[in-house]
């Protein structure tokens, strides 16, 4: 099983300003890793696969990059709804793993 | 635009099942690969199971192995996931999302809260 390590747990971030998340896979990938947004009471939201496409209608303020084990999703000039929690997701192979999540909190 | 629709929030006994379902529209339904995912509260993300086009079947977790049955009807366009001999641990929201076909996970269901107490 491929253990998905995202860092930190928390990111304290005040609004306008840049967030960088990073996902660390404990082994290869590739470019399979997906990125996914969690608001409460609500459906995860699909933000980037093949580690660095945007899903349909996601804003270009959301990037994604990376291969092998190292990856980011940087959202540049946070916005009100961009408070949440994130997840990286890798479909490398089977089991499919996430990672624990960073929250996203205003600071 | 393929849309899934769960159904409602459940209650159950430790040791009891439940059966959660998602219904499909805007899709051939036949051509979906269903997967099952749940969040415990507090807690990240976890795959449970779902189809694998590749290999036409099911696949499961190991955790979930001999608990969890997922299965379909074609005739109402619904996926179910049952969970069997259920504990206190299993209180979660569940999801539903559709595997793509390069293999990532979209759209997803608005979730299912299932609720496991004595």
């Known amino acids: 099983e491929i253990v998905m390590t995202q860092s930190p747990a928390t990111l304290s971030v005040s609004p306008g300003e840049r967030a960088t998340l990073s996902c660390r896979a404990s082994q290869s990938v590739s470019g399979n890793l997906a990125w996914f947004q969690l608001q409460p009471g609500q459906a995860p939201r699909l933000l980037i696969f093949g580690a660095s496409t945007r899903a349909t209608g996601i804003p270009a303020r959301f990037r994604g990059s990376g291969s092998g084990t190292e990856f980011t999703l940087t959202i540049s000039s946070l916005q009100s709804e961009d408070f949440a929690v994130y997840y990286c997701h890798q479909y490398h192979n089977w089991p499919r793993t996430f990672g624990q999540g960073t929250k996203v909190e205003i600071k | 635009q393929v849309q899934l629709v769960q159904s409602g929030a459940e209650v159950k006994k430790p040791g009891a099942s439940v059966k959660v379902s998602c219904k499909v529209s805007?899709?051939?339904?036949?051509?979906?690969?269903m997967h099952w995912v749940r969040q415990a509260p507090g807690k990240g993300l976890e795959w449970m199971g779902g189809?694998?086009?590749?290999?036409?079947?099911?696949i499961y977790a190991q955790k979930f192995q001999g608990r969890v049955t997922m299965s379909e009807d074609t005739s109402t366009d619904t996926a179910y996931m049952e969970l069997s001999s259920l504990r206190s641990e299993d209180t979660a929201i569940y999801f539903c999302?559709?595997?793509?076909?390069?293999?990532?996970?979209?759209?997803w269901g608005q979730g299912t809260l299932v609720t496991v107490s004595s």
């Open positions: 805007g899709y051939r339904f036949t051509e979906l690969s």
């Open positions: 999302a559709r595997l793509q076909f390069l293999g990532w996970f979209d759209p």
């Open positions: 189809f694998d086009p590749e290999e036409d079947e099911n």
